[in-house]
């Protein structure tokens, strides 16, 4: 099966600054990657779909860039309601494996 | 909107059988272009994807294989919703379990509410 790594496993940023994660896929997957966001107590919500494709209502400084292994997610500029953990999932075929998740706070 | 309720008990025992359900409003269990999913999550295995159901003509079961043999996930097109048994519980499958609409090339949105079982003599 294929495996999904995120790097860093967590990060502390200030607001306003530009963050950027990592997901790498063990072998090419397209650009079926998609990327989570989880705050704290709450169910994952679907940020990125087809590697940048912004899911309606996500706010454009989100974006997602990527293709066949290596993967980036971008908040280009860090604000308090972004504090969360971050995952990416393959989704070109079953099993829909997830990433270990980066943790996002403020500095 | 497309909304998914879950129930079912929270605490079993080792060998036990977890039975959770999902509700579908806003959507069909035997939509073709969607697939019904089951993921749980817990500190040691972060977020998992267990298996899915969908209809394409007939119904399909997908199984992720670390539960492949204690798993059935199955539709109920008289309450639009599905369900998850897994059998032969112990405290390793203590997670919190979402169920999930796919809908291709999307990924899974929305995701019903979590449960979270515990398996505990």
């Known amino acids: 099966d294929i495996q999904m790594t995120q790097s860093p496993s967590s990060l502390s940023a200030s607001v306003g600054d530009r963050v950027t994660i990592t997901c790498r896929a063990s072998?090419?997957?397209?650009?079926?990657l998609v990327w989570y966001q989880q705050k704290p107590g709450r169910v994952p919500k679907l940020l990125i779909y087809?590697?940048?494709t912004l899911q309606s209502g996500v706010p454009s400084r989100f974006s997602g860039s990527g293709s066949g292994t290596y993967f980036t997610l971008t908040i280009s500029s860090l604000q308090p309601e972004d504090v969360a953990t971050y995952y990416c999932?393959?989704?070109?075929?079953?099993?829909?494996?997830f990433g270990p998740g980066t943790k996002v706070d403020i500095k | 909107q497309v909304q998914l309720q879950q129930s079912g008990p929270g605490l079993l025992k080792p060998s036990q059988t977890l039975s959770l359900t999902c509700a579908i409003s806003?959507?069909?269990?035997?939509?073709?272009?969607?697939?019904w999913n089951w993921i749980r999550q817990s500190p040691s295995r972060g977020l998992e994807w267990l298996g899915r159901?969908?209809?394409?003509?007939?119904?399909?079961?997908d199984y992720a294989v670390s539960v492949k043999s204690r798993i059935t996930i199955n539709p109920d097109t008289s309450k639009n919703q599905f369900s998850l048994h897994l059998n032969s519980v112990t405290p390793e499958d203590t997670a919190v379990y979402y169920c999930?609409?796919?809908?291709?090339?999307?990924?899974?949105?929305?995701w019903g509410q979590g449960t979270l079982v515990t398996v505990s003599s």
């Open positions: 806003g959507d069909s269990v035997s939509n073709n272009s969607t697939t």
């Open positions: 159901t969908y209809y394409r003509s007939k119904w399909y079961n």
């Open positions: 999932q393959k989704y070109n075929s079953a099993p829909f494996t």
């Open positions: 999930g609409r796919g809908h291709w090339p999307l990924g899974f949105d929305p």
């Open positions: 087809s590697a940048s």
């Open positions: 072998q090419g997957i397209s650009n079926y």
